[in-house]
C-alpha cells in the first residue's frame, strides 16, 4: 500500500458518544491523502463498536486496541503506527474544520524550515463559565510566528496540542510524548524548541477545540499549576544559562505573593535575582527574602541587566511590555515575559 501523505492520531478513552463528530469532520476534509490511526485505550463503554463501525466504513481508518494505560501510551501507539510523512494530533472531543489538514500541510510543504505547524482555533465550550479558559485560547490565537511562538513558550503553552501537525522527523530526532509528573504536550513542545524546531501557525481558525468537564486537564495532576511551573522552570532555567547575557542573575518585574512563589523556582537552579520591581508604593523599599524591591521606573538601562516579567494578570503582561518597550528593551534580548 502506498504510504498517505498524513497520519491523524487520535488516543480514544470512553469517549463513544463524541468521536463518531471528530471522525465526520476528518472525513470531511478537502485533503484526501490521510489515514486515521485510532487507539482505542481500553474503553469501557461503547468506544470500540464506534470505532469498529467508522473503520467499516472508511479504510482510511485504522483502529488499534491496547490495555488501558493512558492518553500518552495511548498517543505514542499512534505515533508508532502512523505511516505519513506528516503527523497531526487530534483528540476525540475535538473537531477539524474541512480545510484543516489541507493548510496546515501545505505550510509544511512550502516552509522547509517549519518542523511543526498550529492554527488559529475556536473555542467550543461555555465562555461564561469556563472564561479563563476562553481567555487562553484568544491568546494563543495570536500568537502565531516562529518568533511569537518561540519568546512566549514560558507565558502559556503557546500551541494547543490537539491542533498540531508535524514532521515525522520530529519525532524520530526529539523524541515522543514523556510520561512524568508534568504536562506532555508542554513538555513535548519545551523540548522540540529547547533543539530547535521552528513552529509556526496557519492564521486561519482550521479546528473547534472543546471543553468538556471531564478534559484531563482540568481533572489530572499532571495538568495542574505546579505541574505546568515545575517544568515550564526547568527549561526556562536552560533557556537563561544559554540566552541570558548576565547569567545568572536576572531582574524580576513584579513582587506579589504569586510572582514570588513561581519565579522562587528559578533559584533551585541556580538563578540569582538582583531585585524585584513594582509600582506599588507600599511595596518598594521592602526587603523579602534578602532581595530589594524596587520602584520600576528605577529599573537598569537596557544592556545592563535581563528581565523576566512574572505577572499574569489580565493586561499586566501587555502593560510591562510597553514599558519595557519606552524604556528601549528588546524582547528575547534585555527580556522575556513569564507568567
Not at 482510511?60 to 508508532?80: P, Q
Not at 533551585?268 to 535575582?273: A, N, S
Not at 537598569?300 to 519595557?324: D, K, N, T
Request: net charge negative; glycine share 8%; charged share 25%.
Amino acid at each position: 500500500m502506498v504510504a498517505p501523505k498524513i497520519t491523524v492520531t487520535m488516543p480514544c478513552y470512553n469517549c463513544g458518544d463524541m468521536v463518531g463528530q471528530a471522525f465526520d469532520s476528518l472525513l470531511a476534509q478537502t485533503c484526501t491523502d490521510f489515514e486515521v490511526v485510532a487507539v482505542d485505550d481500553g474503553s469501557t463503554d461503547d468506544t470500540a463498536g464506534v470505532l469498529a463501525e467508522y473503520a467499516q466504513r472508511d479504510s482510511r481508518i485504522r483502529i488499534i486496541s491496547i490495555e488501558h494505560g493512558g492518553v500518552i501510551a495511548a498517543a505514542n501507539a499512534a505515533i508508532n503506527s502512523a505511516r505519513g510523512r506528516y503527523i497531526a494530533r487530534m483528540d476525540a472531543d475535538d473537531v477539524s474544520l474541512p480545510e484543516r489538514l489541507a493548510a496546515q500541510s501545505r505550510m509544511l510543504d512550502t516552509d522547509q524550515s517549519i518542523g511543526l505547524v498550529g492554527c488559529r482555533v475556536r473555542f467550543g465550550g461555555c465562555r461564561a463559565s469556563c472564561a479563563g479558559y476562553a481567555h487562553y485560547v484568544d491568546w494563543t490565537n495570536t500568537i502565531l510566528t516562529a518568533d511569537d511562538i518561540s519568546l512566549n513558550r514560558f507565558v502559556e503553552f503557546p500551541v494547543p496540542n490537539p491542533s498540531i501537525m508535524y514532521r515525522r522527523e520530529c519525532i524520530d530526532e526529539y523524541g515522543p510524548y514523556l510520561d512524568g509528573d508534568f504536562p506532555e504536550d508542554y513538555e513535548l513542545l519545551l523540548r522540540w524548541l529547547e533543539a530547535g524546531v521552528r513552529m509556526a501557525k496557519v492564521d486561519e481558525e482550521l479546528m473547534i477545540w472543546n471543553d468538556p468537564p471531564m478534559r484531563l486537564s482540568r481533572t489530572h495532576p499532571r495538568y495542574d499549576v505546579d505541574a505546568f511551573y515545575r517544568i515550564k522552570t526547568e527549561y526556562l532555567a536552560r533557556w537563561l544559562a544559554e540566552n541570558n547575557p548576565h547569567h545568572p542573575t536576572v531582574h524580576i518585574l513584579g513582587s506579589g505573593r504569586t510572582t514570588r512563589k513561581r519565579a522562587d523556582l528559578l533559584l533551585d537552579h541556580g538563578i540569582e535575582f538582583a531585585a524585584y520591581y513594582d509600582i506599588d508604593p507600599r511595596k518598594i523599599g521592602h526587603v523579602v527574602n534578602g532581595v530589594m524591591v524596587v520602584d520600576r521606573k528605577d529599573i537598569p538601562a537596557p544592556g545592563e541587566a535581563f528581565c523576566l516579567p512574572y505577572v499574569a494578570s489580565r493586561g499586566a503582561r501587555e502593560e510591562i511590555a510597553l514599558f519595557l518597550k519606552g524604556q528601549g528593551y528588546i524582547l528575547g534580548r534585555d527580556y522575556l515575559p513569564v507568567a
